[in-house]
């Protein structure tokens, strides 16, 4: 990564937002902003952490390997962001990869600055260990989908997840610009299920596809398949429960 000309407000990420006003020259005077090109990894699993990042423009995602030649995408981080976190801990190695899906500009804290914020900033602390809650629940649910709800349930609900975060365009597509395999990636499934899948819902008027660009049309039907999946999820916990423990 190449350091970048951009110079942040200090005022528009998770952490800038939650500081104490005192501390942000401490910020200002030790953080570094990066350039990041489309596909650049801005930190990688198994990598020595040496601080925290903010995504101060572009999107990026955050995965793990799943398998030799796989990918689980965690989850997505758009402008002001908090990535790298789960680096935080004991084990001082990324536990995720972080890749740029578009040219951005990311704003680097190092830890040992990061630490010190934590202590300083209470409601910074706070809000940080919120964000782990919801992120620990979320983890925990894609868990159980991935074990028990059908893939074109898992689908459903990865077009959902990306419309509550980043929105729609002037023309009603989801506001990412992500290919197949990111989806596929997401939705813990391979390529070639989520196109014939993808395809699937598009013939069904559930959907529609421009180039990368995702639509959904009918909201209701998409939910219907997520409540199937979820129903299923809900009696593969019963069943599991009937089985006596001496067999």
């Known amino acids: 990564m190449k350091k970048s000309k951009h110079e942040c407000s200090l005022d528009g990420c998770f952490l800038c937002r939650l500081c104490l006003k005192e ?19 801005i930190f990688r699993e198994g990598d020595r952490v040496t601080g925290v990042y903010f995504v101060y423009e572009g999107n990026v995602k955050v995965h793990k390997k799943w398998g030799s030649d796989k990918e689980l995408i965690i989850r997505f981080a758009k ?8 680096g935080l801990g004991s084990n001082s190695y990324y536990p995720v990869t972080g890749t740029a899906l578009e040219n951005g500009v990311v704003c680097f804290i190092p830890i040992e600055l990061f630490e010190a914020t934590l202590k300083v900033n209470h409601e910074l602390t706070y809000q940080l260990m919120m964000f782990f809650a919801d992120e620990l629940q979320e983890s925990e649910r894609k868990m159980r989908n991935l074990a028990h709800m059908p893939v074109k349930g898992r689908v459903a609900q990865a077009l959902f997840s990306l419309k509550d975060k980043f929105g729609l365009t002037s023309e009603g597509y989801i506001d990412i610009d992500l290919t197949r395999q990111d989806l596929a990636s997401y939705a813990g499934a391979t390529y070639e299920t989520v196109f014939r899948i993808i395809n699937e819902l598009s013939n069904e008027g559930m959907i529609s596809t421009s ?20 129903l299923l999820n809900t009696n593969a916990g019963i069943f599991k429960k009937k089985i006596p423990i001496d067999l």
């Open 79 to 86: 402008k002001g962001a908090i990535i790298g976190h789960r």
């Open 23 to 41: 501390w942000l020259p401490a910020l200002r005077a030790q953080r570094q902003n990066f350039n990041v090109k489309k596909g650049e990894v």
């Open 211 to 230: 180039g990368k660009s995702i639509k959904i049309l009918n909201p209701e039907s998409l939910s219907d398949i997520i409540n199937d999946g979820e």
